[in-house]
């Protein structure tokens, strides 16, 4: 009932984008929201919108996605028989185009499809629901994936989402990753737009006082 605030609080923050994560039920066990919300929040943002697809067969609304307010879309490797035409689907459209790798999938999933990406997403926790804890061994699969894309395409954005916050951001960047989603860590804090802002300023390297 409160989600224009939310939304008007990421604006004034130093976040770059909006991440919604769109489950059917299927897919993982959970069903969050379609067209109607994400419309609702593209007309609030000043922001682009990561969508990411937990969808059983994205290809079909990826169309509807994009009018509906995507700047990006991501879709999962494990739901795409044919992931290399969903990608192309999705770059005709005009937004860029993200694949998901679940905790289990090895990074080598996306090898021949990463110089058609603008993103890659590492799962660091199973999907469909809020508030999980971080799994440790997520950090070998982004020091993986951040020296394929150093090798293949060092323009591709390195995405983290799963249990990410203050306490293990910085051994996230220094894997590679350049790009943290974060939800419970920030509405669960008491000052959402400090929280944000030392995500932000969490450098490759830092020493952390």
């Given amino acids: 009932l409160r989600l224009e605030e939310d939304v008007e609080l990421v604006n004034k ?10 489950m059917d039920g299927n897919f993982v066990p959970n069903i969050s929201f379609g067209f109607p919300i994400i419309e609702a929040i593209a007309s609030k943002a000043q922001k682009p919108l990561d969508v990411h697809l937990m969808i059983e067969r994205p290809e079909r609304y990826t169309r509807e996605f994009v009018k509906a307010g995507a700047n990006l879309i991501s879709v999962q490797a494990e739901a795409c028989t044919h992931l290399h035409r969903t990608i192309q689907e999705i770059k005709n459209e005009g937004v860029m185009a993200g694949v998901v790798l679940n905790p289990h999938t090895p990074v080598d999933m996306v ?3 990463l110089c058609d990406l603008d993103l890659v997403l590492i799962m660091s926790v199973n999907p469909g629901f809020g508030g999980q804890s971080f799994i440790p061994e997520s950090v070998k699969k982004i020091d993986q994936l951040g020296k394929m894309i150093d090798e ?5 954005y390195l995405e983290v989402d799963g249990g990410v916050g203050p306490k293990n951001a910085q051994g996230l960047v220094d ?10 860590a920030i509405f669960g804090s008491q000052d959402p737009i400090a929280t944000i802002k030392d995500l932000k300023n969490i450098k490759r390297g830092q020493k952390l006082a």
């Fill in 13 to 22: 923050s130093d976040a770059d984008w909006f991440h919604l994560d769109i």
């Fill in 111 to 113: 090898r021949h499809v």
């Fill in 152 to 156: 293949l395409n060092p323009k591709c």
């Fill in 175 to 184: 894997a590679g990753a350049n790009v943290l989603v974060a939800g419970s």
